[in-house]
Every structure is written in C-alpha cells, then in structure tokens.
C-alpha cells in the first residue's frame, strides 16, 4: 500500500505563481490534512477535511485554498505564491478528525516549496 | 504559541545511554498525546501513543502526567538509529473552532554517537 501520495516532491515558484499540491491516500480514511513545517516553528494546520464534501480552516490558512476532490483526494493551491510560503508542507490524513491512539496520523513525504 | 512546549536540543548522547524528553501542554482538557518521530527531511511517523497508565514499546517509555500537564518519553540503550527529532502531540478540544485539533510542538533534536 502507497499510503499518502503528495506531489510534487519539490517546486520553486516565482512570486506571484500559483500551483496546486497534491494529495492522495488509499487507507480509506475519512479525515485529510495539509501543515506546514518551517524551521523552529514546527509543524502547523493549513486546512483540513473531516469528510469528503467539507473543508475547514486550520491554523494558517491565509494563502491557501483547497479542494477535497473525492474521498481520496485533496489539494492545495497557492494563488499568488509569496517567500513566506517557502515551506515543506505535509499532508496526512486519518479515519476521522478525532485522533486517538487507534486512530493515527499518517503523512505523506512532503512537498518542498521554495518561491523566490 | 506555547500550547505544546518541549527542550529543542539538541540532546547529544553517546550509545547505549539513556535519554528522557519532557513535553509539557498548557490545556487542561487534552486528551490524546503521542510521541512522533520525524527523521532529516523525512515525513513524522508515530512513534507511540502515550496513555494514562503509561505504555512501554521495547527500549520505549511513555509517560503522562495529567495533574502537572506533561509527558515524557525514555529511550534506553540509546542506538545510533534513534537519531532523529522526537515531536510530541498533544489533541486540544476545540483549538480554533475545529472539533478537535494536534498540536505538534517544536520538536526535540537527539544525536546519538558511538
């Protein structure tokens, strides 16, 4: 089983390009998730998905937007891409948004952004 | 943001140590904790869920300790393949308008030599 599936693996971008990162589990989980992970900052919620047909915003959301596509699949867009969103951004899903010792976090390996 | 705090680091240890991390969280309402391992450039991975009467994975302790608000986590036998950043993640209840939320904190940086 793959897992978490996230692409592309690394981007550099121009300020003010956009470009869409994507998600992918095959667990059957209800819950999906995009953080955020910069240096001394730790990792932080972008947005998530409960369930497929609903999105919510998370910590940092200024920037983003996204898609939950299927029950599979989420994306993340960045409009008008800025320096500040030089990151590597996680998504993880889990069966549901009530994480619990039997229900776990799973991340995919991370996409490295860089906008200069 | 000091919802989850732990020491960065970097704890430097020579093999066969062993080694204990503090993680202490601010709301009294948590109720999931987990100990996460995140290698160089590498995506986090559960290490072990922590529960209230303390769990124990080989040469892996967890602890909790709700009246003080921390956990901890013991590495005995310390291998050089437990080089890593240890997170530590804590559920609160309602963090942002959301049903529930983990918060991740920074993350304690451990260097095992031989």
Redesign the interface.
Known sequence: NAGVTQTPKFQVLKTGQSMTLQCAQDMNHNSMYW?RQDP??????IY?S?SEGTT????VPNGYNVSRLNKREFSLRLESAAPSQTSVY?CASSET?????AN??T????SRLTVL | RKEVEQDPGPFNVPEGATVAFNCTYSNSASQSFFWYRQDCRKEPKLLMSVYSSGNEDGRFTAQLNRASQYISLLIRDSKLSDSATYLCVVNIPNYGGSQGNLIFGKGTKLSVKP
């Open positions: 953080y001394g900052m730790g990792l932080r919620l998530y409960a919510d915003k998370g910590e996680f948004v009530l994480v619990s010792g776990v976090l991340f995919g390996a991370g």
